[in-house]
Structure formats: C-alpha cells, structure tokens
C-alpha cells in the first residue's frame, strides 16, 4: 500500500522561503508523475506544479519564476522549493502520485497535506 508523506510547511512572512518534502513509501515501482496541490479555504484545490518521468515539468502560471519543483526519482521523493512567498500561497499543499500500469489500471495517491501560512 502506498503511504505519502509531506512535510516543511509552517509559517513565513510574506516575501519569505518555504521548503517542502514529500516521500512515497510502500511500492518499488517509479510513479509516471509527482505534483504538488493546494487549496485555499473556499476555494478548489488547484494545481502549482508537477514532474513527469521525462523530465518535464510544469507551474500553475501563479507561481512561475518563485516557486521550483525537483523529484528524486529513485528514493520517490518530491520537493517544493517556494521563494517570495505571498499572502495568497497561503494553503494545504498536497503532494501527489499517479502511477500508471497499464491503459485500464492506474491509481492515483495523495499525502495528507501540510498547512502552509504567509502572514505578518
């Protein structure tokens, strides 16, 4: 059973830099990709970014040029590198993996989330 687990969040001033790990245990297969999510209170949860296993990657237009997504494939663990963070980044950040194993089976799993706060 896959388990996800993230951590890193916590409380920053605005304008301040936040890290966040993520780590997949509980499969020794690769994930065909790894993301981060978030939601604000009342609102969706959207995406921010996510790594393919080609080596792309995409950012929700939001947080280009501030925020930078890596993934070690290997040890199937992502992290979230958010620099000039703002009130508006405030939000549980979810990580994710999609696992694809055949054209009719796939799953996709979710950690548990972490709070992360941009106040003065």
């Known amino acids: 059973q896959v388990h996800i687990v993230e951590s890193g969040g916590g409380l920053v001033q605005p304008g301040g830099s936040l890290r966040l790990s993520c780590t997949a245990s509980?499969?020794?297969?690769?994930?065909?990709?790894m993301g981060w999510y978030r939601q604000a209170p009342g609102k969706e949860r959207e995406l921010v970014a996510d790594?393919?296993?080609?080596?792309?990657?995409n950012y929700a237009n939001s947080v280009k040029g501030r925020f930078t997504i890596s993934r070690d494939t290997a040890a199937n663990s992502l992290y979230l590198q958010m620099n000039s963070l703002k009130a508006e980044d405030t939000a549980v950040y979810y990580c994710n993996a999609y696992e694809w194993i055949s054209a009719v089976r796939s799953y996709t799993y979710w950690g548990q989330g972490t709070q992360v706060t941009v106040s003065s």
């Open positions: 509980g499969t020794r297969r690769s994930f065909y990709s």
């Open positions: 790594s393919i296993d080609d080596g792309s990657v």
